[in-house]
């Protein structure tokens, strides 16, 4: 299972008049299992290529192919059931829907992906939730939650339909360092478990020590580097 | 889809102010439809049902047939006039044209019951040829003609009045209660009680003829000082049409041996000048259609107002709509598709449709029998409130189409959400 990235380049209207490049003929092959930090300034065009790798964002040209499968050769509505069923998406804000019950939130994505029959959602929203440490918190709406609380069942929920890939833009931000640690752990031990990429976009420097793969963004370049860790 | 209707009453239940009032303006406009249509249907029921028993034919002083027919059938308003009982005598002994006659007078009350002068016919008269009489003494018995100053009571007078059988009366002057506060002299005793025959005449109390000229003549004696009884002070009050004296009725029940015959007397009575023979159906088919144009004109203003519903349905939806954008984006990003979208958003403003228009039809009953309860007090006509299930079928289609009308513009909205520009945004 790989990602690929092929000529991707992408850029936006500018009211001057010339669009502006945001991301410059990226190729990118990325193995089964891989943990990488994406790394890059503000207005880098980390959170771009995240939607352009998620299949929310269409490129202005190249191909992103996720385990042989052109997203963007797919429909939109088959986009959308894949996304559901390969891509776990963490948010910087947890973005949890604030009308479901935490435990409603982690069987969203299981209910659009169909990858697990009906009866088995709550079950297994349950086990992710446990996984996450919040099992008796099912009930609570996001609001009852604390921030922390909150980022866990986010990714609780990215992960509810085993996806091979988990994109998780700026996890840290909005979190204290114990609770970053958590969910740090949380999704790396999870996706080394499930064999699954693991694509964490942050500028937080307490990150660094955790990956040994780092790409860096810049100037609308994308490279690659193996670090030791230290 | 299930799953996108279960999020749809999320919402609804999510934001219960912004959804109350779209469903309570809902609810309004479908109660004033159903209100409207169901009095209107109860209302023609209750005048069918109440002038069933009374024959095909009513004879009375020349003048409005409606007024005749309203006043001796329906005991609505004042009696037009009287017509001698010769011409009730000519009629119970045509028997080959006519097989029933009863005499009615009127022209007294018992406190705002009307008192009737009839005869033992009256006990006759049914609301087909083969059903069982329509008055019955359920207690006591059914004056003798040939008696003086008994009284039958009926069964809604009787709980009214709080008399019963052995008990004794005065009866006051006029037609309804105020119009002559002049008490007869003479005392009726109660011999008998009607059971409930669903008419207006469940409210009158019945006496001989003979008792009601007898009364009448002697308050004449009483007056020979010149004064009208009808005199308090210096100011007459008029009483249309008059009570029945000595020697006439004011209306005669005629149920004729076969249809041409009943041609035959109406055609007798429309050559007469002071006389008329007006037919019941037709009379009150005529009213009921001006209740109906009433109707019509209310209707229109229930769909308006429906119609208004649909532009609160839409406006709610609308903010809801500007305000969820990112919930919908995020909805999208976890795989929801625009499809998924705009049905959740149809389905809400259905559900608010549906609730309003349930709320509705509860509301349109109850205010139809409450409606109705006070009318049958206060007219003594009976209104069945009936279940329409005719009208089932057109208040859904206009709720669902009012929902799904006022839910197309918002749910496109949510169906274009852009996922990336609304999931980044604060």
Redesign the interface.
């Known amino acids: 299972m790989t990602l690929q990235l092929t000529g991707i380049n992408h850029q936006y209207p500018s009211p001057l008049g010339k669009p502006r490049q945001i991301l410059k003929d990226i190729n990118w092959d990325i193995k089964g299992g891989s943990q990488i930090l994406l790394r890059g300034v503000s207005g880098s065009g980390k959170?771009t290529l995240f939607?352009i790798i998620?299949g929310?964002?269409q490129p202005s040209s190249g191909t992103v192919t996720l385990d042989g499968t052109d997203i963007y050769g797919l429909s939109?509505?088959k986009r959308?059931?894949f996304?559901?069923?390969h891509i776990g998406?963490v948010?910087q804000t947890h973005?949890l829907?604030?009308?479901?019950s935490a435990r409603e939130n982690v069987v969203?994505?299981m209910?659009?992906?169909k990858r697990f029959p009906q009866a088995e959602h709550k079950t297994r929203a349950e086990f992710l939730l446990e996984q996450v440490g919040l099992d008796s918190f099912g009930n609570y709406l996001p609001r009852q939650l604390s921030t922390g609380q909150r980022m866990r069942v986010a990714v609780a929920?990215a992960l509810a339909n085993q996806p091979m890939l988990l994109l998780s833009d700026e996890p840290t931000a909005s979190l204290d360092e114990e609770s970053a640690n958590q969910v740090m752990d949380l999704m790396q031990s999870i996706a080394e478990k499930e064999k699954a990429i693991l694509l964490v976009s942050s500028h937080d420097p307490a990150l660094m020590t955790r990956f040994t793969q780092h790409a860096n963004l810049a100037q609308g370049h994308l490279a690659v580097q193996e670090v030791t860790p230290s | 889809m299930m799953y996108d209707f279960m999020l749809a009453w999320r919402n609804i239940r999510n934001r219960p102010i912004q959804a109350l009032v779209p469903i309570v303006v809902v609810a309004l406009a479908i109660a004033l439809s159903v209100s409207v249509i169901v009095v209107a249907d109860a209302t023609q029921e209750g005048i069918i049902d109440a002038s069933d028993p009374f024959g095909m034919l009513v004879v009375g002083r020349s003048g409005s047939g409606q007024e005749l027919v309203l006043s001796s059938v329906l005991l609505q308003g004042v009696p037009i006039g009287n017509i001698p009982y010769s011409v009730y005598e000519e009629l119970a002994n045509d028997e080959v044209r006519v097989q029933l006659a009863v005499p009615l007078a009127f022209g007294d009350n018992v406190n705002g019951a009307r008192l009737i002068g009839t005869d033992r016919n009256f006990l006759e008269l049914r609301s087909s040829q083969f059903a069982p009489p329509a008055f019955q003494v359920v207690e006591g018995f059914w004056f003798d003609d040939e008696g003086s100053f008994e009284a039958v009571l009926g069964w809604e007078a009787a709980r009214q009045l709080g008399l019963t059988v052995g008990d004794q009366f005065r009866s006051i002057h006029g037609v309804g209660r105020g119009i002559a506060e002049n008490q007869h002299t003479e005392r009726y005793t109660i011999v008998g009680i009607l059971g409930r025959s669903n008419t207006a005449y469940d409210t009158a109390v019945y006496t001989q003829l003979e008792s009601m000229w007898n009364a009448h003549e002697h308050e004449d004696d009483n007056h020979d000082d010149g004064e009208t009884p009808f005199t308090i002070g210096r100011v007459e009050l008029q009483e249309v049409g008059g009570a029945a004296e000595r020697g006439e009725v004011t209306a005669v029940l005629v149920l004729p041996t076969g249809f041409s015959e009943q041609i035959q007397i109406a055609q007798q009575f429309y050559l007469d000048p002071t006389l008329q023979a007006a037919f019941p159906g037709q009379e009150l088919s005529e009213l009921i259609g001006i209740l109906n144009q009433g109707q019509q004109a209310l209707n229109l203003i229930g769909y308006l107002v429906l119609g208004i519903a649909g532009l609160t349905i839409f406006l709610s939806m609308y903010s809801a709509i500007l305000a969820r954008r990112q919930a919908l984006a995020i909805m999208r990003s976890l795989g929801s598709t625009r499809l998924s979208i705009f049905r959740m958003t149809i389905f809400e403003t259905l559900l608010i449709s549906l609730i309003g228009a349930i709320l509705g039809r509860i509301l349109g009953y109850g205010l139809a029998m409450a409606f109705a309860y006070v009318f049958s007090i206060q007219n003594a006509i009976p209104m069945p409130v009936r279940f329409l299930w005719d009208l089932e079928a057109v208040l859904w289609i206009l709720s669902i189409g009012v929902g799904l009308l006022a839910g197309l513009i918002p749910a496109w909205m949510a169906y274009r959400v852009n996922v990336v520009d609304n999931l980044f945004s604060s």
Do not use: I, K, W
Not at chain 1, 97 to 100: F, W
């Open positions: 959170t939607n998620a929310l964002m939109e509505s959308d059931r996304r559901s069923t998406y948010f973005h829907l604030p009308t479901l969203m994505p209910v659009y992906g929920r």
